[in-house]
């Protein structure tokens, strides 16, 4: 199963490699915005997996 660092919508955070967030553009009828969620980099990746 691949992890969440293999997916195109993790960005990992400088300070600490091992974690990093989850961001994911959310468009419904009246507008788009994007949601982040914290994860760790060797996480399964969730049904929304993007290979980079």
């Known amino acids: ?18 974690k990093g967030d989850c961001v994911q553009r959310v468009v419904d009828p009246r507008q788009a ?3 982040a969620k914290p994860v760790q980099s060797d996480a399964d990746a969730c049904d929304s997996f993007q290979k980079k």
């Open 33 to 35: 915005y994007y949601k």
């Open 1 to 18: 199963m691949p992890n969440c660092q293999d997916c195109k919508s993790f960005f990992p955070i400088e300070e600490e490699t091992a």
